[in-house]
């Protein structure tokens, strides 16, 4: 994404998600048979690092299979969000050490000796714990080689493949797996309603899918070069109540940050009211691609 390369995470404003945080406890999480699919590439008691983990929606429920996972994410708001949510499910909850309190998305460089043995430490064990790290994708600070899964959700349009690539491939451990789940919405009589009103409100919008296919390519091309690439789908669909479907909305990167207070007002009690008076859908098709690394030959 332009202007990612030099953003800090302690400069809240450059986060965009910062500023969704609460909007995006509405949004529906993600369906059991995908989680469970993820677990499986995992392996069991394996460890996972969720890039960009948001809120927690993936995090979380692999947590709670038992797996060991890292959940790295620069919106310190959504990491707020995601401890409280474990917590409040019963999952142990450890911060990473301040080793990236000043890492920037261009901090692709070795670590020093000092940072490397704190980056070692905050790898998640094998001990089913929930690590949080205040850290871009692109500059995680965490160890080598430390990770049987990594997992891009919903986050790949705003990564900069070329770091993010480079990070993964260095945080996968030998047979590791990389896996990228892209959202596609359906259409629905509530989504079919919604794009006008997020066209009229914000003339450059683009609510329909973007078309992600270099950055997936530079990713596998790096993370896990020369291996074969899977692909399956998974279809949900939830039906959002009144208060739940003007947080969705809001929760959009081009409606909540992006609209003016008395514009967003209007856009919400719009959802509000649609879902009051004839319900709101909120379906989705969730495409999982992935691809395992290689193990050495001995």
Not at 203 to 217: E, I, V
Request: net charge neutral.
């Amino acid at each position: 994404m332009p202007g990612r390369r030099d953003a800090r995470v302690e400069d809240a404003e450059r986060w965009v998600f910062n500023r969704l945080a609460a909007a995006y406890q509405s949004r529906p999480g993600y369906p059991a048979a995908l989680v469970d699919r993820l677990a499986e590439l995992a392996g069991p008691g394996g460890r996972v690092v969720d890039l960009g983990a948001g809120t927690g929606d993936l995090a979380i429920p692999l947590a709670s299979r038992g797996l060991s996972v890292a959940a790295v994410e620069p919106a310190r708001r959504m990491l707020d969000v995601l401890e409280r949510r474990a917590a409040e499910r019963g999952i142990a909850v450890q911060a990473s050490p301040a080793v990236q309190e000043s890492a920037s998305v261009r901090a692709t460089a070795p670590l020093d000796e000092g940072a490397s043995r704190a980056a070692s430490a905050a790898a998640p064990g094998h001990d089913n714990t929930l690590l949080t790290v205040h850290a871009a994708a692109e500059a995680t600070g965490l160890g080598a080689a430390s990770f049987d899964l990594a997992i891009v959700a919903d986050a790949l349009h705003w990564l900069d493949p070329e770091l993010a690539g480079a990070e993964i491939a260095r945080l996968l451990a030998p047979g590791g797996a990389f896996a990228i789940v892209e959202v596609e919405l359906l259409p629905s009589p509530f989504s079919d309603a919604l794009w006008p009103q997020l066209q009229a409100h914000n003339p450059k919008a683009r609510p329909r899918a973007l078309d992600l296919s270099g950055a997936r390519m530079h990713l596998f091309s790096l993370t896990t070069p020369g291996a074969e690439r899977l692909a399956e789908t998974f279809d949900c669909e939830h039906t959002l109540s009144p208060d739940a479907a003007a947080s969705v909305v809001a929760s959009l990167s081009f409606v909540g940050p992006a609209l003016s207070p008395a514009a967003l007002e209007s856009l919400t009690r719009w959802a509000a009211e649609h879902a009051r008076a004839g319900g709101a859908v909120w379906r989705r098709r969730l495409h999982l691609r992935w691809a395992r690394r290689s193990r050495p030959r001995k």
